[in-house]
C-alpha cells in the first residue's frame, strides 16, 4: 500500500484531458493505495471547473464523492505551511506541507514548481513517471 498525494493538476486532467491521469487514478485505487488531496486542493480544483471548464463541474463533483480520494481538512497541515514557503510558489507550499503529514510517499504533479522543488521528505513526480516506476516494481515481484 502507497500512500500518494494528489496535486489539482492531475485531477483535473484526469477529468478533462488526459487518460495517463485518470489511469494512476484508477489503478492505484484499485491496487489498494491511499489517495490523499488537501481542503486547498478540492478549492482550487473546484474554482478552475467552475471558471474554465463549467461543463465537468458536475462530473468533478460526483467523481469526488464516489472516489476513494481522502480530503485532507486544513487543520491538520496548515501549521507547517510555513515551514515550504521557501518553494518557488509560495502557494504550493501547502501541497508538502500536507502530504507531509499523511505521511505520503509520492506527490503526484505536473507543477514544475514542485518537481523541481528540493525537499527530503516526499518524492514528486509526473503521474506517467509513477505509472512506469509502479510497472517495473510490480515486474520485479
Do not use: W
Not at 476513494?68 to 515551514?83: A, G, N
Amino acid at each position: 500500500m502507497t500512500k500518494l498525494f494528489i496535486d489539482t493538476n492531475i485531477l483535473i486532467s484526469a477529468i478533462v484531458f488526459d487518460k495517463k491521469e485518470l489511469e494512476l487514478i484508477i489503478r492505484s485505487t484499485s491496487e489498494g493505495d491511499i489517495l490523499y488531496i488537501s481542503e486547498h486542493i478540492l478549492e482550487e480544483a473546484s474554482r478552475v471547473f467552475i471558471k474554465k471548464f463549467p461543463a465537468y463541474l458536475e462530473i468533478f463533483d460526483k467523481f469526488i464523492k464516489i472516489s476513494e480520494i481522502k480530503i485532507v481538512k486544513k487543520k491538520y497541515y496548515e501549521s507547517k505551511i510555513k515551514r515550504f514557503e521557501d518553494i518557488r510558489d509560495r502557494y504550493d507550499a501547502h501541497v508538502i506541507a500536507c502530504a507531509e503529514t499523511m505521511n505520503c510517499e509520492y506527490i503526484i504533479t505536473g507543477d514544475k514548481d514542485i518537481l523541481e522543488y528540493k525537499q527530503n521528505l516526499v518524492e514528486s513526480m509526473t503521474s506517467s513517471e509513477y505509472l512506469k516506476k509502479r510497472k517495473n516494481h510490480l515486474n520485479k515481484e
